[in-house]
C-alpha cells in the first residue's frame, strides 16, 4: 500500500479524498472475481493492467505525457491569473500607480463631494446657483475666502461669492481652539454632545 501525499477527488463522492495505492497478483479466475467483489464493497477503483510489459510500459509512457500536458496548462493558466491579477493591481510597477487605488480614490471623494453638495441649498429649479451656510471663525475667514477661490480656479467656473455676514439671527455654535490636552476632552463632547 502507497499513500498519495496530496487529497484527490473521488468522481463518486465528489469530494476530496485520501488514496491509497495498491496492487494484486493473483492467479484463478475465482479469486479474481472474489477480490473484485471485496475492491467494490470498500470503493476501490480497479484498473486493469496488461501482462506484457511493452503494453505496461506504453501506458506509463502515455500518463506520464497526459501529466506533462496538463501540468503545463495548469502552469499557463496560474501565470495567466497572476499576469491579470498583476496588471489590475499595478498599471506601472515602476511608479506604483494603480487603477484600484485610483478607483477607490475617485470613489471616496465623489463621495465627500456628494456629501457637501446635500448640506447646500439650490436656489431654484431652473437655477446653477447653490447656496451654502456655515459657521466660520473670524480669525479663519481669509482662509476660508482662499480656498474658494483656489476652488473656483480649479474648476475654472465664472465666479463664486462668499458673503459674510457679522450678525446673524440664529446663535453661534461654541468654538475653542483645541490642543493636545483639550482635544481628548473635546472628542468625548463631540461623541456624547453637550447637554
Request: proline share 5%; glycine share 4%.
Amino acid at each position: 500500500f502507497i499513500g498519495q501525499e496530496e487529497k484527490l477527488h473521488d468522481p463518486v463522492r465528489g469530494e476530496l479524498t485520501s488514496k491509497r495505492v495498491f496492487s494484486l497478483l493473483f492467479f484463478g479466475d475465482q479469486i479474481r472475481r472474489r477480490l473484485v467483489k471485496i475492491c467494490q464493497f470498500f470503493g476501490a477503483t480497479q484498473y486493469r493492467i496488461p501482462s506484457s510489459y511493452k503494453q505496461q510500459m506504453a501506458i506509463q509512457r502515455e500518463l506520464e505525457s497526459r501529466l506533462a500536458t496538463h501540468r503545463n496548462i495548469l502552469q499557463k493558466t496560474d501565470q495567466l491569473i497572476h499576469d491579470m491579477l498583476y496588471s489590475f493591481a499595478w498599471e506601472d510597477y515602476a511608479t506604483q500607480v494603480s487603477p484600484w487605488v485610483s478607483w477607490s480614490t475617485a470613489i471616496r471623494q465623489e463621495r465627500l463631494i456628494s456629501e457637501a453638495l446635500k448640506k447646500c441649498i439650490n436656489d431654484g429649479p431652473h437655477s446653477s446657483t447653490i447656496v451654502c451656510e456655515g459657521w466660520v471663525p473670524s480669525d479663519e475667514i481669509d482662509n476660508c475666502r482662499e480656498s474658494l477661490r483656489r476652488a473656483v480656479e480649479s474648476t475654472r467656473l465664472d465666479q463664486a461669492a462668499m458673503k459674510i455676514y457679522s450678525e446673524h439671527p440664529s446663535s453661534p455654535p461654541t468654538y475653542f481652539k483645541l490642543n493636545k490636552v483639550t482635544s481628548a476632552f473635546q472628542g468625548i463632547v463631540d461623541t456624547y454632545g453637550v447637554p
